[in-house]
């Protein structure tokens, strides 16, 4: 499987043989937007694209992310957070108001792909293993996520990573049912070994590395309470602002798909948030 996360999404074939939402649409002929940030862009530039446009495209995505930007930065809760929480709102009220002027029944679909839990300590992941004698890099790949360390390399030295890993006692290296269970595909790209860091510590250096410590991450494991994603559907044809407790990122494509009136494919998990 193909899978290029620094690629755009909606490109055909994003996720090899898997058909994305973008996919559906092209082959079902529907037209498309994706309001996203470039390198350099904040919330403001999206926004400004996004109600400016006068293209009528069927689907149009916004993407907003100063607010996990902010909350990494300041903490949860706090009021610079909670600045950007209320921007954020205003943008997503102003472009929803603007497009119901062209389609008073256009349904929205509002939703996070994570939540955010505070940051406790960090822990130093390389220096760990150097400490037990191993040299990452030179021996083994290393590469340091957040909140995951990710491993390649012959067996019998990985094998030495595994033991120094269980020894440090602030993290657990993914089984093969845990791996199954968050869907990492069964590619060396992903990592042969993943080390997963107990919720609220942040490795650090890592290959993300800010200047300070995050005051609150995400990328934990999901069952963590605080990391729940929130989902909101407005579609004045069929039901009126709701909010949905208990949805999960897999019930957000079934969703769009009945929105649109598109037939799931058979690989779609979750529950189209119409039917609950
Ligand atoms: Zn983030």
């Known amino acids: 499987m193909r899978l290029s996360l620094r690629g755009n999404l909606y490109e055909p074939g994003s996720f090899g043989n898997t058909k994305s939402f973008f996919d559906i ?28 446009t006068e293209h009528e495209k069927d689907v149009n995505i916004v993407r907003l992310l100063d ?4 909350s990494h930065r300041f903490g949860l809760g706090t009021k610079s957070a909670l600045q950007v929480l209320k921007r954020t709102d205003n943008f997503v009220e102003r472009i929803v108001s603007r497009w119901r002027e ?17 940051v406790k300590g960090s822990v130093d992941v ?17 590469f340091l996520d957040s909140t995951m360390a990710r491993f390649w390399g012959k067996e019998a030295i990985l094998a030495n990573v595994r033991k120094a890993l269980e020894g ?29 860091l107990q919720p609220g510590l942040v490795i650090r250096p890592s290959f993300f590395d800010t200047e300070t410590q ?6 934990y494991d999901p069952a963590t309470p605080g990391l729940e994603t929130i989902a909101v559907l407005h579609w004045s044809k069929r039901l009126d602002g709701r909010s949905l407790s208990g949805a999960e990122m897999v019930d957000i494509l079934p969703t769009m798909l009945d929105v649109l009136g598109i037939e799931r494919p058979s690989y779609c998990q ?3 948030l119409l039917m609950i």
């Open 25 to 52: 649409l092209r082959e079902r002929g529907l037209s498309f937007d994706y309001f996203d940030h470039g390198v350099f862009d904040s919330d403001l530039d999206v926004f400004k694209r996004a109600v400016r």
């Open 67 to 70: 607010l996990d930007t902010a």
């Open 102 to 118: 062209r389609d008073p029944e256009l349904a929205v679909l509002c939703f996070a792909d994570h939540g955010m839990i505070p």
């Open 126 to 142: 390389a220096r760990a293993l150097m400490d037990a004698g191993l040299r990452p890099f030179e021996d083994f790949g290393m």
């Open 168 to 196: 440090l006692g602030y993290g657990k290296i993914l089984s093969d049912k845990e791996r199954e269970q968050f869907m990492i595909p069964y590619s060396d790209s992903w990592g042969q070994l993943i080390f997963l």
């Open 214 to 219: 995050p005051k609150a991450m995400h990328g």
């Open 270 to 272: 979750g529950t189209s």
